[in-house]
């Protein structure tokens, strides 16, 4: 047994120097670096789906970048990286700079006054990490009031930091100018997770003001400066010129769909390989690939890093651990549910059936949106869900048709659990159908049970991933099933539970008349559902399912088989 101790796994931390400090795993990005270095535009704009790297990489370029008197700490950071070979590079930009760095992602304010003031805080307190600005030599004393004007803090009723909007929206350009003074050298300027505060500026009705303040913010740091050396900034979508980079001619954007910088985003193959291959769990490559690779961002294949770093570290621990959609626990997934909550046409309930089957679906793709357009319609949808990760491209587009699937089986589940849930909102609004459907249960008729069940099929999206085994394809039915049957409240209902020699799919106690129900749902390969459903019974019968509900003293039961195949069923009862 190899008793070597194992780098930590650096779950959550987008620290560059800590993770290199405290010597956690770190994949390789520094060629980043050099190919911004020769590549840059003024303004860089990477747009990246959610965890996928995007801020480590702006810690990174802010370690390597700004100045720092102490060269041997920052040439120690670095060693053994790529970067760390070009000599000559290094030489000239390592710690050269000096270097503004903020994240939006904390601009969440539930109306525009909170997120003007969180708005303020973040900036105050970068402006506050160059403190020494306010007894600088060489800056004159009106240039030592627009700092203080930065760094006011309301001490009195404990609001933060004191901005008039003129203060607030020059901000970042006075201390880039304050900045250059000092130093003598032009700024570097990151902006990480810069289209946040329109997110929930258009999800709590204050957009127009959000719009109008990071217009004014970016058009004076990022097209009127000439205190700035070059900028970067990260978002998930490629928010409109129109919308906040009105005039903003030297932005070079640099999305999923460029060659450029492709591999400096997620995990490449041989790079899931290579840290598998570390923690010696390469006979989980196909799992880790299954669930979390599939993306295509310019012409490489990526996984995404938070899903298979989350998911290696469970497997040291855990050799037999199940693989999860932990990228769905980050989000709401509202971009899903808008989707198939839209989908009010029979050829987009189509379309999101053959995506989840695994089938390409072909569309255009629009690369600027305003936040107003997102959920206009069902076409400018499909363009959120690809510049957001929930769709990747396979093939080659045709001009701005992009031939779209799902890229993995995690994204798949997360379509089938929003599926589900919206199925299941929708049916609870006709309380009356659903009475009628248990009530049909409770009397043993199975045709009027199946009958019911064939018309909730009929309307909800069904799953039928052909990718996966037919036990998860059953899961699909048995999941709808047990939300209809949950309806009542006066029944308990359990799923998957251990009941004679095995578990059953769904047990049923109706207490108040003294019975109990046993559910077993199979998905048929073919048409022949009467048989599917004869063994559903003979494996209630031969594994006793029904053990669970005579130990609770219930003295009738009733057994149901259930046969699905597409969106048609068969149920036979017993007795």
């Known amino acids: 047994m190899n008793t070597k101790i194992k780098k930590k796994l650096p779950i959550g931390i987008e620290s560059f120097e800590k993770i290199r400090i405290e010597d956690f795993y770190y994949i390789d990005k520094t060629g980043l670096i050099k190919a911004l270095l020769y590549n840059w535009g003024e303004v860089n704009l990477f747009t990246r789906p959610r965890r996928f790297g995007k801020s480590l990489n702006m810690s990174m370029l802010k370690s390597f970048f700004e100045i720092n008197t102490d060269k041997e700490y920052k040439k120690n950071l670095f060693e053994g990286l790529d970067i760390a070979n070009d000599t000559d590079l290094c030489k000239t930009y390592m710690g050269k700079f000096p270097v503004i760095s903020i994240s939006l992602k904390g601009v969440n304010g539930t109306d525009f006054s909170a997120a003007r003031s969180m708005m303020s805080s973040i900036i105050g307190n970068e402006a506050l990490r160059f403190y020494f600005l306010s007894e600088s030599p060489k800056l004159n004393e009106k240039e030592i009031k627009l700092f203080n004007q930065l760094t006011e803090v309301d001490e009195s009723n404990r609001e933060g930091f004191i901005m008039s909007d003129t203060v607030l929206t020059s901000s970042l350009k006075i201390l880039s100018m304050l900045l250059q003074k000092h130093y003598e050298k032009k700024v570097i300027i990151l902006i990480d997770e810069y289209d946040v505060p329109l997110a929930k500026a258009f999800d709590n009705g204050y957009y127009d003001e959000m719009v109008m303040l990071i217009r004014n913010l970016f058009e004076q740091v990022l097209k009127t400066n000439d205190s700035l050396q070059f900028a970067v900034l990260t978002g998930c979508l490629r928010v409109s010129k129109e919308s906040i980079f009105t005039g903003l001619n030297n932005l070079k954007v640099l999305s999923i769909t460029d060659v450029r910088f492709d591999e400096y985003f997620g995990f490449t193959d041989k790079e899931v ?28 294949h990526i996984y995404c890093p938070w899903d298979v770093i989350c998911y290696c570290d469970e497997l040291r621990f855990d050799p037999k651990a199940l693989p999860k959609d932990y990228w769905s626990n980050t989000s709401s997934n509202e971009a899903v549910r808008h989707f198939i909550e839209n989908a009010e046409t029979n050829t987009t309930k189509r379309e999101i059936e053959r995506l989840v089957e695994g089938d390409i679906i072909k569309k255009e793709i629009r690369r600027e949106l305003t936040y107003r357009e997102l959920y206009n319609n069902a076409e400018n949808i499909w363009s959120v869900l690809y510049t ?55 009397k043993g008729d199975a045709a009027e049970v199946e009958k019911q069940f064939n018309s909730y099929l009929r309307k909800t999206i069904s799953i039928r991933d052909t990718f996966v085994k037919k036990d998860r394809k059953e899961n699909f ?39 109990g129900i046993v559910v077993e749902v199979k998905y048929s390969d073919d048409e022949n559902l009467e048989a599917v459903c004869r063994q559903a019974l003979k494996q209630i019968n031969d594994k ?23 969106k048609r069923c068969k149920v036979i009862s017993l007795r």
């Open 273 to 300: 390989q290579d840290l598998l291959k570390y923690y010696e769990l390469t006979e989980s490559y196909g799992i880790v690939k299954d669930w979390y690779d599939g993306y295509r961002f310019g012409n490489v």
């Open 388 to 442: 957001t990760g929930y769709l990747t491209q396979q093939g080659e587009p045709d001009g701005d048709i992009f031939p779209l699937v799902i890229p993995n089986q995690e994204v798949r589940k997360i379509f089938t659990k929003q599926i589900t849930d919206w199925f299941q909102d929708t049916v609870r609004k006709d309380g009356a159908a659903l009475n009628a459907f248990c009530e049909a249960f409770e």
């Open 544 to 566: 006793n399912y029904p053990e669970e509900l005579q130990q609770l003293g219930l003295n009738h039961i009733l057994k149901f088989g259930i046969a699905c195949y597409k």
């Open 477 to 515: 039915y048995h999941g709808i099933l047990l939300g209809l049957l949950s309806f009542k409240g006066n029944w308990n209902v359990w799923s998957n539970r251990e009941s004679g020699e095995g578990y059953s799919d769904i047990l049923i106690e109706i207490e108040d008349k003294d019975m």
